[in-house]
């Protein structure tokens, strides 16, 4: 049996091919919302409203809670005060991010299914929210933490091979 995608086991490969997909994921939203502002709710935008929200119900909600099981906790232990305080920030921001993303998951759903009960502004407001937060915590975790937690990773790996993260 092979270890889920983004598993402790798969490391930061994972990580990295995950917000490759997110960021992937993301240009499909904005594109969406902008079809849907220009065309409408058709066969295309059903599909792709399909296919966002079942990423960002999925793999992306299971990547952020690998996050703070496996990558956050190593950098938060140790006596970095600025470190710390940038963790903390991606940790609130996993917050904002769920919490944008029940906002916004429902009208994918609904788009999905071909409602056209949604609001369009509204559902181009709540786009732009969680585009904006998702990729700047994207862009937060990928020139900051990541190169720390990588290289805390690389300390104890070198004293101890067997050190997850």
């Given at each position: 049996?092979s270890?889920?995608?983004?598993?402790?086991?798969?490391?930061?490969?994972?990580?990295?091919?995950?917000?490759q997909?997110?960021?992937v994921h993301l240009?499909?939203?904005?594109?969406?919302?902008?079809?849907?502002?220009?065309?409408?709710?058709d066969?295309?935008?059903?599909?792709?409203?399909g296919?966002?929200?079942?990423?960002?119900?999925g793999?992306?909600r299971?990547?952020h809670?690998?996050?703070?099981?496996?990558?956050?906790?190593p950098?938060?232990?140790?006596?970095?005060?600025?470190?710390?305080?940038?963790?903390?920030v991606?940790?609130?921001?996993?917050?904002?991010i769920?919490?944008d993303?029940?906002?916004?998951?429902?009208q994918?759903?609904?788009?999905?299914?071909?409602?056209?009960?949604?609001?369009?502004?509204?559902?181009?407001?709540?786009?732009?929210?969680?585009?904006?937060?998702t990729?700047?915590?994207?862009?937060?975790?990928e020139?900051?933490?990541?190169?720390?937690a990588?290289?805390l990773k690389?300390r104890?790996?070198?004293?101890?091979?067997?050190?997850?993260?």
């Amino acid at each position: 049996m092979s270890a889920a995608p983004n598993a402790p086991a798969a490391g930061f490969e994972a990580q990295d091919a995950c917000h490759q997909q997110m960021l992937v994921h993301l240009s499909m939203l904005s594109d969406l919302a902008q079809h849907i502002d220009q065309v409408g709710i058709d066969a295309e935008a059903q599909h792709q409203a399909g296919v966002i929200e079942s990423f960002f119900s999925g793999a992306s909600r299971q990547h952020h809670a690998d996050e703070e099981k496996n990558v956050f906790p190593p950098l938060l232990a140790g006596s970095d005060a600025e470190l710390i305080a940038l963790v903390q920030v991606l940790q609130q921001d996993h917050c904002w991010i769920e919490e944008d993303w029940l906002e916004l998951a429902p009208q994918l759903r609904a788009i999905a299914s071909g409602n056209n009960w949604i609001d369009s502004a509204e559902f181009q407001h709540n786009a732009e929210i969680f585009l904006a937060l998702t990729r700047g915590h994207i862009d937060l975790e990928e020139k900051m933490i990541y190169p720390q937690a990588r290289a805390l990773k690389a300390r104890a790996t070198s004293r101890n091979p067997r050190v997850p993260l």
